[in-house]
């Protein structure tokens, strides 16, 4: 009707709706870049992600992302998914290292997914959080939607929201800080993130949901291991990567200080 609408507006029958359609679209380029990769074969490829590497291509950002990395590497990857985001089953924040599978074919994307929404994914991470947790372990069951005093920010809340399960374990702790084992069970936007400032532990470094850390650049968390059934062969494959070294370090700095 000519006139800008939010987007809580309900729309009537009577009601003209007007796109307007932008002139260019962001183009995916494959880019020389190095990957640390885990596992490859004709159907799919685990890699380690590194903290400072973005998964996807968004407007604003198109260049250096994994996406980019793996089209050349690969050459193709599935056409099913979100078009900026080919062959992405699972993803990782920027900031968050480790590994992420990406389907090559249609097949392995679709047999991915599948296990994804079925919960047969192993997603396990090392988080160091702030605080000494109480509790060796627990599963937070708490839902997570867009954050009502902060649309950046996303929080625990019961409305527009959906729901949020992780599993975690006290591996170790020190003086101020805790280092846990986290398992998601499902896979929500942040959700490690969000869970641990729910609990009023949020993850070390994690400047949107806690507070800066001196000796790292991102927030302590990272995917250490992943499992998942071979959309292929059916066989059950496991695959660990290694905490990265700044976060290692700063362990190491906990444990002299404990």
């Known amino acids: 009707n000519n006139t800008l609408k939010k987007s809580s507006h309900i729309v009537r029958l009577d009601e003209v709706i007007s796109i307007i359609v932008p002139d260019s679209f962001v183009e995916v380029v494959p880019?020389?870049?190095?990957?640390?990769?885990?596992?490859?074969?004709?159907?799919?490829?685990?890699?380690?992600?590194?903290?400072?590497?973005?998964?996807?291509?968004?407007?604003g950002n198109s260049l250096g992302t994994l996406i980019n990395a793996l089209l050349?590497?690969?050459?193709?990857?599935?056409?099913?998914?979100?078009?900026?985001?080919?062959?992405?089953?699972?993803?990782?924040?920027?900031g968050t290292s480790g590994l992420l599978v990406v389907a090559k074919t249609d097949d392995a994307y679709s047999k991915l997914i599948k296990q994804v929404m079925?919960?047969?994914?192993?997603?396990?991470?090392?988080?160091i959080v702030e605080g000494v947790f109480e509790e060796n372990?627990?599963?937070?069951?708490?839902?997570?939607?867009?954050?009502?005093?902060?649309?950046?920010?996303?929080?625990?809340?019961?409305?527009?929201?959906?729901?949020?399960?992780?599993?975690?374990?006290?591996?170790?702790?020190?003086?101020?800080?805790?280092?846990?084992?986290?398992e998601l069970q499902t896979g929500r936007t942040?959700?490690?993130?969000?869970?641990?400032?729910?609990?009023?532990?949020?993850?070390?470094?994690?400047?949107?949901?806690?507070?800066p850390h001196i000796s790292l650049k991102h927030q302590a968390l990272h995917a250490y291991k992943l499992g998942f059934f071979h959309p292929k062969t059916e066989k059950y494959m496991e695959f660990t990567a290694p905490i990265p070294e700044d976060i290692s370090n700063v362990l190491t700095e906990f444990k002299k200080n404990r």
């Not at 641990?196 to 994690?206: E, F, I, Q, R, S």
């Open 118 to 127: 079925d919960r047969k994914f192993t997603r396990k991470y090392m988080a």
């Open 137 to 182: 372990a627990g599963i937070i069951d708490a839902p997570i939607g867009r954050s009502t005093s902060d649309r950046k920010r996303l929080a625990v809340t019961s409305g527009r929201s959906k729901v949020a399960i992780t599993k975690f374990k006290v591996l170790e702790r020190f003086l101020e800080h805790t280092l846990l084992e986290v």
């Open 31 to 59: 880019e020389n870049i190095p990957l640390n990769i885990v596992y490859e074969d004709k159907d799919i490829i685990v890699v380690n992600k590194s903290a400072d590497m973005v998964v996807h291509i968004a407007p």
């Open 72 to 94: 050349y590497h690969c050459g193709k990857l599935s056409n099913f998914g979100k078009p900026l985001r080919p062959g992405i089953v699972h993803r990782l924040d920027k």
């Open 190 to 211: 942040h959700q490690i993130r969000v869970h641990m400032a729910y609990l009023k532990h949020p993850v070390l470094g994690d400047v949107t949901y806690g507070n």
